[in-house]
């Protein structure tokens, strides 16, 4: 989960600054298809707002507010669709904020309390943020169309024209399977052997001699990916792993998952600008998309203010 490096050093500030006692009381203030927003909730969003950017009370609780009727709309949308980001996936968004603002994930979760933010508050943005990039892909990514002309007119303009080289990466996706309804004795027992095939793990080609001593483990090819396509959660953790090795495993729906580095090259520095260009622009026709995808649900749904 990418956060603006400036709004990085403002949370910095706010979080070594800021002080502000939790709601003692609270009612609802609106109610979104039925789903109440209290002003508990407001309150720390608008809080939470105030430390990542340079707005006031006023004008952070009007944020905090209209995101939060948002976040339901995204959220109710995801779960029409199937999508629920798993505890793993927001732990490692919290866990990329932590250490960009230099902290551990506790010593991030202490700061937000001292100064008055339930830690909860910023998983729930994360959460959300999660759900609804996975929506918007899902029914939005075989719109997104780059014409060559665009390509080309935005390398001009750009400032990332002079990088030398980018580092492609050939990776592979390792599952050990969890089934849903699994005891808390085998989801224990799948975590060690998740940890144990990562200690033993000793490159992709002698991946499935190693692999077929357990049951249900999965081995899916990712294929090539440059440095500037990694998804930002995953991208500290590919780029600090050495060749033939795996990641850390973390949990998801489907069970322990881990990412095998099986090689990486560095390339030149037309094709890795081309394609960071090329990602910044999908990227920009997706929050086109995003914005007229919520405007649709918001004409769609029933909204109350209090």
Known sequence: MRIPAFSLCLLMIGLLLG?????????????VNDQPITTYDIKQRARLIQLTSRKNASVARHMAEQELIDDVLKMDEA???GIVPSSGEIDNAFASIARNVKMSPSQLSAALRKSGVNPDT???RLKVQIAWQKTVSSRFRSQIKIDESEVIAALKKSDIKDKNTSVEYDLSQIIVVVPKKASSSLKSKRQRESAQIRKEFNGCDAAGALLGQFN????????????T????AMKDDITGTEVGRLTKPQQTGRGFEMIAVC???????????????ENQLREKEGEQLMRRYLQELKLRATIVQR
């Open 19 to 31: 002080q502000m006692p939790a709601a003692a009381q609270t009612s609802i203030e609106v109610i």
């Open 79 to 81: 779960k029409r669709v």
């Open 122 to 124: 910023l998983k729930d």
């Open 216 to 227: 249900e483990v999965v081995l899916k090819p990712v294929g090539r990916r440059l440095e």
């Open 229 to 232: 396509e990694l998804p930002p």
């Open 263 to 277: 090689g990486k090259r560095e390339m030149a520095s037309d094709l890795a600008a081309r394609t960071e260009v």
